[in-house]
């Protein structure tokens, strides 16, 4: 089956740097991928919306100049988390939508774990 | 908006009992509804999903139907594993095919543990 991947899968960084995280659908275009996060024990919140050659659409509530999306290609999506602090410390996954097969299927990356020291 | 409400746990089960976790959800028109399984330090894994009323979508001996007249898709397993042990996210999204296809609302998680 499709399979999205995301890297780095782990990453500590110091507060006050930026670090981004790639996803990308391995063997489908993706027009369109999602980036959520995920803190300790509690469920999955979107944060925003990434469409191929054009601006992200982020949820209410989530810094669009924090949270940088790039969806330069068919295949790759960035998360830019910039100036991060400790409080950006999560899991941040994204996914992405195959139009080929019915239904539209919905393949998750493997998500990633940030630390912010 | 739309949301998604999941049975509170943790549930703690013995090897082979009866598994249901309960989730109703709030949305407009026909969304799709899903299960996905996120095992211990990994990402999230779809574990069945449904994309019409009274359509049963299964995987590994789970089970849900999704039930527009009581909005709920509730997942069961006759006999659970200690490997079954992860959370489980009731979730749904627009209609399959549409422009907000993808943009999943998910339930708050439900933390299940197997004890043989």
């Known amino acids: 089956g499709a399979v999205v991947s995301q890297h780095p899968s782990w990453v500590i960084c110091k507060s006050g740097t930026s670090v981004k995280i790639e996803c990308r659908s391995l063997d489908f275009q993706a027009t369109t991928m999602f980036w959520y996060r995920q803190f300790p024990k509690q469920s999955l919140m979107l944060m925003a919306t990434s469409n191929e050659g054009s601006k992200a659409t982020y949820e209410q509530g989530v810094e669009k100049d924090k949270f940088l999306i790039n969806h330069a290609s068919l295949t790759l999506s960035t998360l830019t988390v910039t100036s991060a602090h400790p409080e950006d410390s999560s899991f941040y996954i994204c996914?992405?939508?195959?139009?080929?097969?019915?239904?539209?299927?919905?393949?998750f990356g493997e998500g990633s774990w940030l630390t912010v020291v | 908006g739309d949301s998604v409400t999941q049975m509170e746990g943790p549930v703690t089960l013995s090897e082979e009992a009866f598994l249901t976790i309960n989730c109703t959800y709030t949305?407009?028109?026909?969304?799709?509804l899903f299960w996905y399984v996120q095992y211990p330090g990994e990402g999230l894994q779809l574990l069945l999903k449904a994309t019409k009323a009274d359509d049963k979508g299964s995987n590994k001996g789970f089970e849900a139907t999704y039930r527009k007249e009581t909005t709920s898709f509730h997942l069961e397993k006759g006999s659970v594993q200690v490997s079954d042990s992860a959370v489980y996210f009731c979730a749904l999204s627009g209609l399959a095919g549409g422009t907000s296809y993808g943009k999943l609302t998910f339930g708050q998680g439900t933390i299940l543990t197997v004890h043989p």
């Open positions: 996914s992405a939508r195959d139009r080929r097969e019915p239904g539209n299927t919905i393949y």
């Open positions: 949305a407009t028109g026909y969304p799709s």
